[in-house]
Structures are given as C-alpha cells and as structure tokens.
C-alpha cells in the first residue's frame, strides 16, 4: 500500500483553520473575533508604555514641564500610568487566553476524534502493514503540534509581527528614517536567518523523529513479546537491540543542540548588532541636544521590548515549523484512503435466514499472488459448514472476505442474496460473529469484555452470556467477580478462560451467522472437549462456517469443504469423505496416527 506523502507546510495550516472558523458554530467565530481584540489591544497598551517611561525620565531629568508631560501628569503620576499600562498589558494577554482557550480544546478534540474515528475505517491490509507504536507517535505529535500551532502562531507570530510594525512606524515618525532602517534591516537579517537555520535544523529534527518513532517501537514489540523473550532468554539481545535504535537517536540529538546552540549564537549577535546601532545614534542625539535623555531611555525600552520576543521567535518558529512535520504527518494519514467503504446508497443487511454464497470468488492479497481462485460454495440458513485443508490454502481468508476486511477482487459473497459490497459494513458487521483462534481482549475487567458484544447490555445479560459460555462460575470464585481486570491483551486469563470470555461476548451480541476461526486449535484437549459443547450450543438455530484444524472437532458438521491451494477439492459430510478415501481422509489418517501416538507417550 502506497503511503501518502506528508503536507506542506502551507497546505496543513489550511487544514487547520476551518477548526478556528466554523461555518456552522458562530460562537467560534466570536471568541475568534474578541480574542484577536484582546490581543490588539494588548499590543497597542504595550507599544505606548515607553512613552510613558520617557515622559517620567524626562520630567525627572528636568527635560520637559509639566504641563508638556503626556496627560498633563507629573512625573510620580506618570510612573503610576507606566505601571498601569504594563498592568493593563498582561491583563489583556490574560484575557484573550482565557477567551481563546475554548476554541483550542475544541479544535483538539475534533481533531483527535477525526483521527481516531479515521483509523478505525482503515483497512486491515494497512494495520497490519504499520506499526502501531509508531502510529500512536505519530497521532501524539500531531495532536501536540496542532495545540503548539494555534497557541503560538495566532498569537505569538501575528502579535510579534503587528508589534515590529508599529515600533518601525514609530521610529520612523519620532527618530527619523535613519532609525526604522537599522530596525528593519537587523529584523529582515535576523528572520532571513532564522529561517535558513531552522530548515536546515527541521531536517535533523525529522530524522531524529524517525528514530525515535523506531526506538519506541522496539521497546513496544519487546514489552508485547515479553514471554517469548524470556522462553529464548533473549533480555540481552532485546536490550541491545533497543540501544542500538536509542544509539541512533543519540547521535541526530547531539546534531540538532548542536544545530541549535549555532542558531542561537547568531540570533543573539545580529540583535545586539542592531541594539548597539541605535543607541549608539540615540547617545549622539542626546550630546548633540537633538535628543532628550528621556528619548535616549526610550529607544533602549523599544528596543528590549522587540528583543524578547524577536528571541522567542527563534524558539516558536522551530517548534512551529517542527509543529507543521508533526501535523503533517497526522494529517497524512487522515488522508490515506480507506480500502473497504460503503457504496452511495448502501442499504442495511436485511437477514431473513442466513443464507451464505460464494459464487466464484476470487482474491489475493498480493495481485500476484491469488489466494482463493474461484470458490463456489453455498451454507443454507442454520447449516454448520466446516472449512479444512492445509495451511495456507485460504481458510481464513474467506473468513476475512465474509466480514469485508477485504473486498474480493473476483466473483461476489451474498448473505441473503444481497451482495456484501452493497449493504453497509456496519450492518454486516452487526449480523456475523465471530470468535478467533486467540482471543484478545481489553486491559480492562471481565464484565466489561464481555458486554463488548453488545453496546448496553445489562448486567443480567452479561451474566446470562457467561453462563451460557460456562464461565459464570468461575468469575464468580474470583475475588472481584465480574469487576476483576484482565490485564493487557488478557494475560492473567489462560487460553480456555480467554475463549470462554470471547464466546460470551459473541453470544451476547447474539449474530445470525456465526464464524469459528480455529476457536480452539491452540487449547489443550480437554479444553478444547469441553469448550466445543459451548460452541455446539452457540451454534443452534445459526449459520455457522467454521475454520477447523483440527478435524475431530467438525467431524459432525452438516457439511465439510476441504481447500487446498484457493481451490475446492472436496466436500461433502465427514462419513462420505472418509469413504471417498481422498484428500479428507488422508488428513484424518495423519491427525489420527498422531492423536494416538501422543496418546501412548
């Protein structure tokens, strides 16, 4: 599957401001509005407090009576209104935070919600294609940044750069021309830096961003198979491993402080370049008396005053720019198609009896290289079909293709005589159940797994399904009962309490046609014995297609099919097959021979 490439900067941006201005939620559009208000007037409060700090300095130096003072003030006065106006700046910083942070939460949420809702829609060719360490990064990061990109880039960017404005307009007015050019050339040096740096720095960024996403998902993997490394006594070889993709982030770590501790150097040499020059020519019009003291103070206020924020443009706009990588990579996968959607018009899957039909089906995961070439084969309503043959033949795979994990690439599968590519997914996921070989559960309690199988079951009922699937007693004999935690993907349940668990869940859901994916092939015998009457008894009054390894557990069924190489090679009830004496019954000899062989030892 070919992944989409990341979005431009400019083109994510673009993808973010429709969460910033709604055309359906005017109240958006208004805390927008008085928020951006707050924030001018922020920044007009902020570029008039030097004046006021000049007309104190001038008033104590004796430069300017008071009756020339801004306001008509003294100079105590004065320094009360400077005082004031810093006070009234912060405050209205405050405000448009506190207007806007509504808006952010929201766009976050709708934002992660997109995702979240996206990925679920995903193929499972694309699933199990990825890594889910590295998606889980990827969504962490693009979630962070979207929140980074509209704190700092409304109202750290637009604010610096109406600031800059207005500083240059006042030098420019007050000073003279000679003044907003120094201003405007050390601005236009330092941005023009910055921005080279920066791109060089992204790049170093988006390989340490690579390695990080593969560090993590060696530490996920080794944690997931922790069984597995111990039954190889493989810690060394894990930990090694892990280093040697932590060794790798190290290194493009150490390049990007190096990168920016350059960045930095230079950032700070070309703004105290430009804040020597204009003092330097402020203190000549000052001796020259062209200029007050005050003046002189003034100057040097303007000029901290952009200094700050001119050195946290430097560290916003890498994050911004790293903010954009991250975002852009999210929206990346919000762009990648899903492979299986619902036709325009598809209508719900109407279920009269659960009759399944495969009518030449033909699929490959690969184009070239077919799995099913051409399977007919009908279950009648309330028929139990049992699906054999080595592995690799294709078992699983219709399985798959029933569910529409995968649209066939030949043929067609109808329940009912309605066509599975034109009724809903969520209607035919609804319809068919289906309990896997390894039941995998949430990290969560049993009676919460349970009542997966149905959105709003009753304790009655999750009770009911447990009984039915004869666990109920043994959740009752555990301390907490049904409230008892499973642990991650269950591991503090053996297989047969796993299966049982599973089996409730799809009772509960209680689904017309049901699929049996190997249910038990990885049990022990008895467990295996004792939980096939549970699925005999699920299966009553069902269409059941189950996919068998093990043929002693289908040796009952209405209907066995043996596939070998994506093809129909026999079919017919166990009895006949074995009098056939072909393929079904050269399996049966084997699994026999064996069955008795490890029986004597």
């Known amino acids: 599957m070919t992944e989409t490439p990341p979005s431009s900067g400019w083109q994510t941006i673009r993808r973010v401001l429709p969460y910033l201005w709604p055309e359906t939620e005017p109240w958006v559009k208004r805390r927008v509005v008085a928020a951006l208000a707050a924030l001018v007037l922020a920044k007009v409060v902020a570029v008039t407090t030097p004046l006021l700090y000049k007309q104190a ?17 003294g100079a105590v006065g004065l320094t009360l209104a400077y005082g004031l106006a810093r006070l009234g700046q912060v405050a209205f910083q405050e405000l448009r935070d506190a207007i806007f942070v509504r808006v952010g939460q929201r766009a976050l949420r709708r934002l992660a919600l997109e995702t979240f809702i996206h990925i679920h829609a995903l193929s499972l060719r694309y699933h199990i294609t990825r890594r889910t360490g590295g998606l889980s990064r990827i969504i962490e990061r693009g979630v962070k940044g979207v929140d980074f990109l509209l704190r700092f880039l409304l109202f750290s960017i637009g604010p610096l750069i109406l600031e800059l404005t207005m500083v240059a307009a006042i030098f420019a007015l007050t000073f003279g021309w000679a003044y907003m050019a120094v201003v405007v050339v050390v601005i236009a040096l330092y941005v023009t830096f910055t921005l080279r740096v920066t791109e060089w720095r992204v790049k170093i960024r988006r390989r340490m961003n690579d390695l990080d996403t593969e560090a993590n998902q060696k530490a996920i993997d080794s944690m997931l198979n922790f069984e597995t490394v111990k039954y190889f006594g493989a810690e060394r070889r894990e930990a090694d491993r892990y280093d040697h993709a ?14 920016l501790s350059f960045l930095n150097a230079g950032q700070a040499f070309l703004i105290t370049l430009g804040l ?24 040097n206020a303007y000029m901290i005053q952009i200094t700050l924020p001119l050195n946290f ?30 036709r325009p018009g598809a209508r719900d899957l109407a279920v009269t009896g659960g009759r399944v039909e495969f009518d030449a089906v033909e699929f490959g995961y690969d184009a070239a290289r077919p799995i099913l070439k051409g399977i007919t084969l009908t279950v009648e309503a309330g028929q139990r079909v049992a699906l054999v043959g080595p592995s690799g033949a294709g078992k699983s795979t219709i399985g798959r293709l029933m569910f529409r994990f995968y649209d066939v690439t030949g043929g067609a599968i109808r329940i ?15 319809a068919i159940g ?8 949430f990290n969560d309690t049993i009676g919460y797994n349970i009542a997966y199988g149905r959105d709003g079951a009753t304790q009655a009922q999750i ?3 447990a009984r039915a699937a004869k666990i109920h007693d043994f959740i009752t004999s555990l301390p907490e009962g049904y409230q008892t935690r499973v642990g991650e993907r269950g591991l503090k349940l053996s297989g047969g309490e796993k299966q049982r668990v599973g089996i409730a869940r799809t009772l509960l859901k209680d689904p017309p046609i049901l699929i049996l994916d190997e249910a038990t092939s990885a049990l022990d015998t008895q467990t295996e014995r004792d939980i096939q009457d549970s699925l005999r008894e699920m299966g009553q009054g069902r269409t059941v297609i ?45 699994q026999s021979a064996e069955g008795e062989e490890a029986e004597a030892a």
């Open 57 to 73: 300095v001038d008033q104590l130096a004796g430069d300017t009576p008071d009756a020339a003072s801004v306001l008509g003030l």
């Open 246 to 259: 932590v060794a790798g982030y190290e290194k493009a770590a150490i390049r990007t402080g190096q990168s």
């Open 276 to 299: 020597v020059a204009v003092m330097v020519m402020a203190a000549q019009g000052v001796q020259a008396g062209t200029l007050t003291v005050g003046d002189f103070v003034m100057v």
């Open 313 to 342: 443009l430097g560290t916003v706009y890498r994050e911004i720019r790293q903010a954009l990588v991250d975002m852009g990579e999210m929206f990346a996968l919000l762009a990648q198609p899903a492979e299986v959607t619902d």
């Open 416 to 430: 009912d005589g309605q066509d599975l590519r034109d009724v809903t997914q969520q209607s035919l996921h609804d």
């Open 434 to 441: 289906v309990v896997p070989q390894d039941t995998v559960l």
């Open 463 to 465: 009770e009911a399904a």
């Open 546 to 590: 189950t996919i068998a390894h093990r043929l002693s557990t289908i040796a009952d069924a209405d209907r066995i099919v043996v596939l070998e190489a994506g093809r129909i090679v026999e079919s017919g009830r166990h009895e006949d097959l074995l009098a056939a004496g072909g393929r079904y019954a050269a399996m049966w000899a084997r």
